[in-house]
């Protein structure tokens, strides 16, 4: 019976993988842009490591196990585990990567050396307390470093997700709710099995069904779930003026204010329209640049046009929005 459920495990973290970087390769290729990229690159990494670091270990056990003594299979197991760490660090590179990219943050090229030399330095350090047996028992180590590192990572990235540079955020603030939301439950998901993992076999197969199936929220989130308007359209197809104010996250009464803006009403003139005093006019307009990224009217006017009617120039006068 147990042989059948750790076959059914294993057939489900394949599909689960599979269909997985199928999405991801599909967003990749359809929108190209290095937000898909880092996701793709997640995908590919976090599965390989699942397979060579946790379904590995199983391979080891079920070849081996008839011909080697159980010290030596477990050597060989922990060693499997160690080697797959550097999928690992890499996983959650691009996971960090991905909510840069989503939060408007950019990373350089020091963000990334400072980031693989002290994971790296970490993983070597792990070796060499492994080889060292006696001073702590290997797999309660690696554990308990795939918890601590996962937990940090993940959180480090929901923050991101959730609180973006102010107006450099290119997705709608309901949409990274969910997101931040989404990767944090993952990760709780994943590590909870990790603390009764001696209870029982069916715990474990618990762990590996849920390292296979959360790692899959990004893509089918993206695919099926997401509010993303700048993703979601078809490239070409005309946005309209609600979808550009859902895209930069503009309030309602600030949709108003960009409406006659276009218009070509002054603030006073606006203040007078929308019964509101000119103080707040402008105080919504300022917001308004934040959010869009723009530095006058005359930006903001060409970013509405160009991005509700993409066949059209920006130095074209702009079409009111009566």
Same mark, same amino acid.
């Given at each position: 019976?147990?042989?059948?459920?750790?076959?059914?495990?294993?057939?489900?973290?394949?599909?689960?993988?599979?269909?997985?970087?199928?999405?991801?390769?599909?967003?990749?290729?359809?929108?190209?842009?290095?937000?898909?990229? @880092?996701?793709?690159?997640?995908?590919?990494?976090?599965?390989?490591?699942?397979?060579?670091? /946790?379904?590995?270990?199983? /391979?080891?056990?079920?070849?081996?196990?008839?011909?080697?003594?159980?010290?030596?299979?477990?050597?060989?197991?922990?060693?499997?585990?160690?080697?797959?760490?550097?999928?690992?660090?890499?996983?959650?590179?691009?996971?960090?990567?991905?909510?840069?990219?989503?939060?408007?943050?950019?990373?350089?090229?020091? +963000?990334?050396?400072?980031?693989?030399?002290?994971?790296?330095? =970490? /993983?070597?350090?792990?070796?060499?307390?492994? %080889?060292?047996?006696?001073?702590?028992?290997?797999?309660?180590?690696?554990? $308990? $470093?795939?918890?601590?590192? !996962?937990?940090?990572?993940?959180?480090? @990235?929901?923050?991101? =997700?959730?609180?973006?540079?102010?107006?450099?955020?290119?997705? +709608?603030?309901?949409?990274?709710?969910? %997101?931040?939301?989404?990767?944090?439950?993952?990760?709780?998901?994943?590590? =909870?099995?990790?603390?009764?993992?001696?209870?029982?076999?069916?715990?474990?197969?618990?762990?590996?069904?849920?390292?296979?199936?959360?790692?899959?929220?990004?893509?089918?989130?993206? !695919? $099926?779930?997401?509010?993303?308007?700048?993703?979601?359209?078809?490239?070409?197809?005309?946005?309209?003026?609600?979808?550009?104010?859902?895209?930069?996250?503009?309030?309602?009464?600030?949709?108003?204010?960009?409406?006659?803006?276009?218009?070509?009403? @002054?603030?006073?003139?606006?203040?007078?329209?929308?019964?509101?005093?000119?103080?707040?006019?402008?105080?919504? !307009?300022?917001?308004?640049?934040?959010?869009?990224?723009?530095?006058?009217?005359?930006?903001?006017?060409?970013?509405?046009?160009?991005?509700?009617?993409?066949?059209?120039?920006?130095? +074209?006068?702009?079409?009111?929005?009566?």
């Amino acid at each position: 019976m147990l042989r059948y459920l750790v076959w059914i495990v294993f057939l489900l973290s394949v599909a689960l993988a599979a269909g997985s970087i199928v999405l991801g390769a599909k967003l990749h290729n359809r929108y190209r842009t290095g937000l898909f990229s @880092s996701v793709l690159y997640f995908l590919v990494f976090i599965f390989t490591f699942g397979f060579y670091g /946790i379904w590995g270990q199983v /391979i080891i056990e079920s070849f081996l196990s008839p011909y080697l003594e159980p010290v030596i299979i477990e050597r060989f197991t922990n060693i499997s585990q160690l080697l797959g760490l550097p999928f690992l660090v890499f996983a959650w590179l691009m996971l960090i990567r991905f909510a840069g990219e989503i939060s408007g943050r950019k990373y350089n090229n020091w +963000h990334l050396f400072w980031f693989l030399l002290i994971n790296f330095l =970490i /993983i070597i350090t792990l070796g060499w307390l492994i %080889i060292k047996e006696n001073l702590v028992e290997p797999a309660v180590l690696l554990r $308990y $470093y795939f918890i601590g590192m !996962t937990l940090y990572f993940t959180t480090a @990235s929901s923050l991101h =997700i959730v609180f973006p540079k102010k107006g450099r955020s290119p997705i +709608h603030a309901y949409d990274r709710r969910i %997101i931040a939301s989404g990767i944090f439950i993952a990760m709780l998901l994943q590590i =909870i099995p990790l603390f009764f993992f001696d209870v029982s076999v069916y715990v474990d197969l618990i762990f590996v069904l849920m390292f296979f199936a959360v790692n899959a929220f990004l893509p089918v989130y993206f !695919t $099926y779930g997401t509010l993303m308007s700048p993703f979601t359209e078809e490239p070409g197809k005309e946005m309209s003026f609600e979808d550009f104010c859902r895209k930069f996250d503009v309030s309602p009464r600030e949709t108003d204010i960009v409406r006659e803006i276009c218009n070509g009403l @002054s603030n006073k003139e606006i203040a007078d329209k929308l019964f509101i005093s000119l103080q707040t006019v402008k105080d919504h !307009t300022h917001h308004i640049y934040i959010k869009t990224n723009v530095r006058s009217r005359v930006q903001l006017i060409n970013l509405v046009k160009e991005e509700t009617d993409p066949g059209t120039s920006r130095t +074209h006068p702009p079409t009111p929005f009566r």
